[in-house]
């Protein structure tokens, strides 16, 4: 497919590593994409199995391809960030796109007409399959657009979940922050971009499922995120950096329902397993945020009061 000059160019990143099992799949899944003005961006970090044939074996194919190999190993978000310097300078729009998640045809050509129905649009995303099962993303079913300040909100309420993976950017994003993805957002640095991205702009959100996702025990969110419930102190993060523009005056109360939930759930984790306990104790303490046994006892008599209907429970994700 002969890229259109007439239509905005789109850069589908993938960084990679290791990915033999899945890559060839989702490679294929770019080729066949029906946009006519698309390029492949794919930074392999120092595999040591078939990844570099597989990337070489759709060299002069239709979507064209623009790779990269790094001589040593780097981190996840460090890669990431090494991937986005491969996007052509031409390029309007730019998405991850992980090396196990195969897109479907029509993908990009529907993420791009939605962009561009709306210049104030600076994310699109799209409902998922996860494993192959449909998730429910619960935003209103007859709304594709979404002011940034709510979509916001309705992300730390539940209201409206963002597969970030999947998320496509103006180019543009890319001078919001260097680097882009945060190196000091533990495993989230991708839902960080997108949610930092939604206070310049609106959420442009198709209900139509249109990425397999994979989650296998390969999968970061399965070897590590899951077992150490690392995601309760992203969350922490995440809404200490963006959930304040959303909620205002209301941001505080919302912390700190959050706080004394999320330590409920430390001394819950510290009679099963002391090492995800500890875990914990040294990511809060990273973020200046050690809890102390008042810290504790306030959980305890927080969650008494809950049960008494005089304070409201923490509602949301993490569970």
Not at 187 to 195: G, N, T
Not at 200 to 222: C, M, R, S, W
Request: overall charge neutral.
């Amino acid at each position: 497919m002969a890229a259109d000059s007439t239509k905005p160019l789109v850069a589908v990143v993938t960084p990679v590593y290791n990915g033999a099992a899945y890559l060839a799949e989702v490679m294929e899944s770019v080729q066949a994409q029906t946009y006519p003005s698309i390029v492949h961006c794919v930074l392999d970090n120092a595999s040591t199995d078939a990844t570099p044939e597989i990337i070489a074996s759709f060299r002069n194919r239709s979507v064209p391809l623009v790779t990269a190999r790094n001589p040593d190993l780097l981190t996840m978000d460090e890669n990431w960030n090494a991937a986005l310097e491969l996007i052509p300078a031409e390029a309007a729009y730019f998405r991850i796109l992980c090396a196990d998640d195969p897109i479907v045809p029509e993908t990009t050509t529907k993420m791009v007409a939605l962009a561009e129905s709306d210049p104030a649009i600076s994310v699109v995303t799209t409902a998922i399959w996860r494993n192959g099962v449909e998730q429910d993303f619960r935003w209103p079913k007859d709304r594709t657009v979404f002011d940034g300040k709510e979509a916001l909100r309705r992300y730390f309420t539940v209201d409206g979940a963002i597969e970030a993976r999947q998320a496509m950017m103006r180019r543009e994003a890319l001078r919001s922050a260097r680097p882009f993805f945060d190196l000091n957002v533990g495993h989230s640095a991708d839902i960080d971009a997108v949610l930092r991205m939604l206070k310049y702009g609106k959420l442009g959100f198709l209900h139509e499922p249109l990425i397999k996702v994979l989650e296998h025990a390969d999968n970061q969110t399965v070897s590590d995120m899951i077992p150490l419930k690392v995601h309760f102190n992203d969350w922490l993060i995440t809404m200490r950096r963006h959930a304040p523009y959303a909620f205002g005056y209301d941001y505080p109360e919302l912390e700190k329902r959050y706080w004394r939930f999320y330590l409920r759930r430390m001394l819950r984790w510290r009679l099963k397993s002391k090492r995800v306990f500890d875990r914990h104790v040294e990511l809060l303490d990273k973020i200046g945020s050690r809890p102390t046994p008042h810290d504790f006892a306030d959980a305890i008599f927080d969650f008494g009061l809950e049960k008494l209907g005089l304070r409201k429970s923490w509602y949301a994700y993490p569970n």
